[in-house]
């Protein structure tokens, strides 16, 4: 009985052994690879001036589920801080070789359902810009027009964010 419970003790560990020496194969392509946009996809400290006073709020930029050459600018909610601004979620096209980018005429407005945007001039420059910190970063650009305010143009200016303390706002 003694040496029975051995050979299945000696069967199990060498069936253990043979199933970790399999399951370490990483099958297939390990490499996830990315999305088209990732290059100027991040997030930003942008320089928002409404009435005379200014304030950094942290916006994103990220690609759309197309997986082509259109993003989103996301202010995550935060420009209803004070100063009070304009909310602004907002798809728009991209240029890959120069990162200057625009949005349709009348883009819906995510982040404020019942206005449109129009975003112009807008453009991101590689390591053009520099953090709060004096590290040189990305700098991102860009002026929007907000359907309720027809013919007030709202500019937008900042850097790329770079996680350290000193850089963040």
């Not at 060498?14 to 399951?23: E, T």
């Not at 916006?59 to 909310?87: C, E, H, R, V, W």
Request: charged content about 25%; overall charge neutral.
């Amino acid at each position: 009985m003694k040496n029975f419970k051995n050979n299945i003790i000696k069967i199990l560990c060498g069936i253990l052994i043979s199933l970790s020496f399999a399951s370490c194969d990483a099958g297939g392509d390990p490499e996830p690879g990315g999305t088209t946009t990732q290059d100027f996809a991040g997030d930003w400290f942008i320089n928002v001036k409404v009435e005379g006073v200014s304030k950094f709020i942290r916006f994103s930029t990220y690609n759309t589920s197309a997986n082509d050459n259109t993003m989103f600018i996301d202010d995550n909610g935060l420009s209803q801080t004070k100063p009070t601004s304009q909310l602004l979620k907002a798809k728009y096209s991209i240029n890959m070789k120069d990162g200057s980018f625009i949005s349709d005429v009348n883009t819906a407005n995510l982040r404020q359902t019942s206005k449109t945007v129009t975003i112009t001039n807008g453009k991101i420059e590689k390591m053009g810009g520099t953090s709060r910190g004096g590290h040189t970063v990305d700098r991102i650009s860009f002026t929007v027009e907000y359907s309720n305010e027809p013919g007030v143009k709202y500019d937008y200016v900042g850097t790329k964010r770079t996680g350290f303390k000193e850089d963040e706002y």
